[in-house]
């Protein structure tokens, strides 16, 4: 069976590119522009696995990593930004909580990227 | 007898006023019958004519006749007589037989004698113009000298009431002879205090008055047992006035007819003296105390007069400078300049526009540097005699100055590095996405491109090159990133939990590439002061740049290791990469310097890694053997107060 990637970011280039990447890879790839929108997603469909930008417009990745968590519990969420000093202090906290996820950071490659989720779904 | 020699050699001049030519003719008859004196006669034959005689060319004697045909000769008399009544010209009035009231008439008038009529005779006539002439002469005599005293007195008098001096006089017997106002003034007395003769309330007056009376009065005693003493005493006042006492005898033809007090107050002068005296102290005080240097230098250069300040500036004592030419005290360097200066102000005689700052030598060893402002000094005739350096030892205050402006300049360049990083933070944040995209979207199109396809190697360069972008953001991210975050405060964290959390960071790498992480750190450590985001990038850079070190090697294994030394803590990142080339060792921490190829890194890291380092007071040392591995020495301060405020 088909496995299934959400990528979560506000950036449409992010979005087209790593949908690009990861069909061709042979994932199914679905994308949401805001943490409210991803959240919806995710609570409507079933995914293997998150993609997350941190600095979003709206809730923003650690709050929308935690109400995921709170709907899957062991789902692999990978946080995808350039910014992660700035949130450190939230993703500690997070992880204070118990909130699993992983880092990655931007600018990444088509490589890079599908060696991370053939790694983690593969 | 006419021709007999007088023996007065004077003539004496008469004037016969009588209105009887025989009369006339007949007295000068008896007059020239006289063989002791000359006469020379004149006549008048009325009042009128006798006055305008007398007026015009007053004669030595007058023969008046009583009874003359325009008045009475008593009429002549009271128009000679001056304002006073007297009359100078001798008068011999003849008046008739039996009249003797007529006699005391004429004589209470001013005559000076009077003959009778018909009892004349040649001898009685020049007899009594004898007497009159002679007696006239002493009383014209007497009358000169009254008016000689009386002018005399009034000057004395009037020197007496001018004189700034108290005078008071006694005679010998002490009683008062003279006082004036301004004793009377001096010493308060009341102004009737004069008219007495007694001279003891006036000396009790002045001993009430005196600090030390006893003293006074001692003398007093003293003098008035030797006539011929003087004395000069300063008498203090209780009520603070200040008194000079002349006293001098008073003679007349070597006889002591008594005693000259003279007293002068002399209260403002000694004031005025004090005045002077303390500001003169004042003045050498402040000559002395104050903290600028003043030297003085006559025209020759050499040195007249310093202050304790200008000697304590090279170490000196005022005995090293003073007589010494003053240009040995000036380096060799700056002699020529000083020497020029000293020209010009000479020249233009006013003081230097401004401080000049000379090299002063010291008396040991070594030199300060002297701020000098001169004035010409000139004496009371204008005449140039010298300068008047004011010195001031501003050694500290350049090198204070120099300090300043080298913060200034560090202060404008961090400002300038803080700027440009905010910009190219903004710049990189907006490019990041983007070149992911464009990365990934190129690699999109190279898998649906066949190889043997001519776009397929245009596709590969634009990888290469995105590729090349997107290093560059990312490399520009890790140079901005800590001044993104703006001023950090300094909080304590504990070194290896930092050091955890950035090898969390990490790990999709670390695990990726399957590197070894071998922590060590002595029980030691404790927390630190630290800027934790700063700090946290220093390690992320170190450990980062130790990631690419092993990247190719077979054994990838990294160490970190750390412990407390002398007030630091010190962390070791060492890896077994390929090592840093010795001619590259001293370049590691210039920014944009980078062994790595192009593409890879900009070469930020470290130079930012080092500079947050010093900030914190500690630094990074780098030690490097080709084939072996690098090892990167973070040292930090356990003491807050250790932290150096610069920003290097």
Not at chain 2, 282 to 294: A, C, Q, S
Request: glycine share 8%; net charge negative.
């Amino acid at each position: 069976m088909e496995k299934k990637v959400i990528v979560i970011d506000d950036e449409e280039a992010i979005r087209k590119s790593f949908s690009l990447t990861l069909e061709d890879a042979g994932y199914g790839v679905d994308t949401a522009a805001t943490g409210e929108e991803g959240l919806e997603k995710v609570k409507n469909d079933e995914f293997d696995m998150v993609l997350l930008d941190l600095k979003m417009p709206g809730m923003g990745g650690v709050n929308t990593l935690r109400e995921i968590r709170k709907i899957y519990e062991d789902v692999p969420v990978y946080i995808i930004t350039a910014f992660h000093e700035e949130f450190f202090d939230q993703l500690q906290s997070a992880t204070k909580d118990g909130i699993e996820f992983e880092l990655l950071r931007k600018p990444l490659e088509s490589e890079d990227l599908c060696a991370i989720v053939d790694g983690v779904l593969g | 007898m006419m021709n007999s020699v007088p023996v007065d050699e004077n003539v004496i001049r008469v004037l016969l006023v009588d209105d009887s030519p025989e009369d006339r003719e007949f007295y000068r008859r008896f007059l020239q019958r006289d063989n002791t004196h000359n006469y020379e006669i004149k006549e008048c034959g009325s009042l009128e004519d006798g006055f305008e005689e007398c007026s015009a060319n007053p004669p030595d004697c007058v023969i008046l006749d009583y009874n003359l045909p325009d008045g009475e000769g008593v009429e002549l008399l009271e128009d000679l007589a001056d304002e006073r009544g007297e009359v100078h010209i001798p008068v011999i009035v003849l008046t008739g037989q039996g009249s003797e009231e007529v006699a005391v008439k004429v004589m209470k008038k001013g005559a000076m004698d009077y003959l009778i009529k018909g009892e004349i005779t040649s001898d009685s006539l020049c007899g009594t113009i004898a007497k009159v002439v002679e007696k006239n002469r002493m009383i014209e005599t007497i009358r000169r000298q009254q008016v000689e005293n009386e002018e005399s007195l009034s000057l004395l008098q009037a020197t007496l009431e001018s004189t700034d001096n108290g005078i008071f006089v006694v005679d010998i017997e002490g009683k008062i002879i003279k006082t004036n106002t301004r004793f009377v003034e001096m010493w308060g007395f009341a102004s009737d205090i004069a008219s007495s003769t007694e001279s003891g309330k006036i000396l009790d007056g002045i001993l009430a008055q005196l600090e030390d009376a006893e003293f006074f009065q001692s003398k007093i005693q003293k003098i008035q047992m030797n006539l011929n003493a003087e004395s000069f005493d300063t008498l203090h006042l209780k009520d603070g006035q200040i008194f000079e006492c002349f006293s001098k005898p008073m003679f007349i033809e070597a006889e002591s007819k008594g005693r000259v007090w003279s007293f002068r107050d002399i209260t403002e002068r000694k004031r005025m003296e004090e005045k002077i005296r303390a500001s003169e102290e004042g003045l050498r005080t402040i000559f002395e105390t104050m903290t600028d240097g003043l030297v003085i230098v006559d025209m020759d250069g050499r040195i007249r007069q310093t202050n304790s300040a200008a000697c304590r500036f090279g170490g000196y004592e005022k005995e090293d400078l003073i007589g010494v030419d003053s240009l040995e005290f000036v380096v060799d360097e700056d002699r020529e300049r000083l020497t020029n200066d000293m020209a010009n102000a000479m020249a233009t005689g006013t003081a230097s526009s401004e401080s000049l700052i000379y090299k002063l030598k010291k008396k040991d060893i070594g030199w300060y540097h002297c701020e000098m402002s001169t004035s010409v000094l000139t004496d009371g005739a204008g005449n140039q005699i010298g300068f008047i350096a004011v010195e001031r030892d501003v050694t500290d205050r350049l090198r204070m100055e120099k300090q300043l402006k080298d913060q200034t300049a560090m202060l404008i360049q961090s400002e300038k590095m803080s700027s440009l990083g905010v910009m190219v933070a903004g710049v990189a944040h907006e490019l990041n996405n983007p070149m992911t995209g464009i990365v990934q979207y190129t690699q999109f199109c190279l898998r649906r491109t066949d190889e043997e396809d001519r776009r397929y190697a245009v596709l590969k360069d634009l990888e290469q090159e995105a590729r090349r972008c997107s290093s560059i953001v990312r490399n520009m991210l890790t140079f901005t990133r800590m001044d993104v975050q703006g001023e950090e405060q300094y909080q304590k964290d504990n070194i290896p939990a930092l050091i955890d959390r950035v090898l969390q960071l990490l790990a999709y790498r670390i695990r990726s590439e399957y590197i070894t992480i071998v922590q060590h750190y002595n029980a030691d450590m404790q927390p630190i002061p630290i800027k934790r985001n700063s700090i946290q990038q220093v390690f992320l850079n170190l450990i980062g740049n130790a990631i690419d070190a092993v990247h190719e090697k077979e054994e990838k294994e990294i160490r970190i290791e750390g412990w407390n030394n002398n007030g630091f803590v010190e962390v070791n990142v060492s890896d077994k990469g390929p090592g840093i080339p010795p001619d590259a060792m001293h370049k590691i921490f210039d920014p944009f310097f980078t062994t790595k190829q192009v593409g890879k890194g900009m070469g930020m890291g470290l130079s930012v890694s080092q500079s947050i380092c010093k900030q914190h007071g500690g630094d990074i040392e780098c030690e490097s053997k080709m084939g072996e591995g690098t090892t990167f020495k973070v040292k930090l301060p356990v003491e807050p107060n250790n932290i150096n405020k610069e920003t290097v």
